[in-house]
């Protein structure tokens, strides 16, 4: 059995540039979960996939959008980037979206200058 | 709104012994489901143990176990026999009828050998 994984390991961007982060769910899970952990917090919900469809959305502007594949693995697009976007991206999958447990990948460190 | 709140910023335990880790949690809901996380500095974010609301037998995992105090709203993790490996950020995160996790700001576990 595959487990999430999430690529790049980490990158560095500048202000006012776009990123695109990528996650692959484990095998057999369909929906993906996507989450902020700022340095010395905990994780915030983005949003989740689930068919290929946003299906619920966090506390977050329009600038962070998202996108799931055929294959259930999906992309994380953040535009006109801002220093507080600086932070540990966590992909989680599930199967189905009322799943009790949501399953993480390592994460993709983003730090924006 | 729900809230998750983790009072101990940091704890320290000698190797071998037992550790207990806070979590309170805020909502209306009667259904929904607890967890504790693991975040070691690899970063990957690792399930602990999960409960069910509703069921009042607290869950155990190994040398992991909970005590699950509905009425109070009260999730706490018992690390018995504590080891080096454990040393990790420890979070709590709750699931209710939404779609995301809702975390804590998590515990710095620290184990002294």
């Known amino acids: 059995e595959t487990g999430v994984t999430q690529s790049p390991t980490h990158l560095i961007k500048t202000r006012g540039q776009q990123v695109t982060l990528r996650c692959s769910s484990q095998s057999g899970h369909n929906t993906v979960s996507w989450y902020q952990q700022a340095l010395g917090q905990g994780p915030q919900f983005i949003f989740q996939?689930?068919?290929?469809?946003e299906n619920g959305r966090g506390n977050f502007p329009p600038r962070f959008s998202g996108l799931q594949f055929p294959n259930y693995s999906s992309e994380l697009n953040v535009n006109a980037l801002e220093l507080d976007d600086s932070a540990l991206y966590l992909c989680?999958?599930?199967w189905g979206t009322g799943a009790d447990t949501q399953y993480f990948g390592p994460g993709t460190r983003l730090t924006v200058l | 709104a729900q809230t998750v709140t983790q009072s101990q910023p940091e704890m320290s335990v000698q190797e071998a012994e037992t550790v207990t880790l806070s979590c309170t949690y805020d909502?209306?809901?009667?259904?929904?489901?607890l967890f504790w996380y693991k975040q070691p500095p690899s970063r990957q974010m690792i399930l602990v143990i999960r409960q069910e609301a509703y069921k009042q037998q607290n869950a155990t995992e190994n040398r992991f176990s909970v005590n699950f105090q509905k009425a109070a709203k009260s999730f706490s993790l018992k690390i018995s026999d504590s080891q080096l490996g454990d040393a990790a950020m420890y979070f709590c995160?709750?699931?209710?009828?939404?779609?995301?996790?809702?975390f804590g700001a998590g515990t710095i576990l620290r184990v002294k050998s």
């Open positions: 909502t209306s809901e009667s259904d929904y489901y």
């Open positions: 989680a999958s599930s």
């Open positions: 996939y689930y068919r290929e469809e």
């Open positions: 995160a709750f699931k209710g009828y939404g779609n995301k996790l809702v």
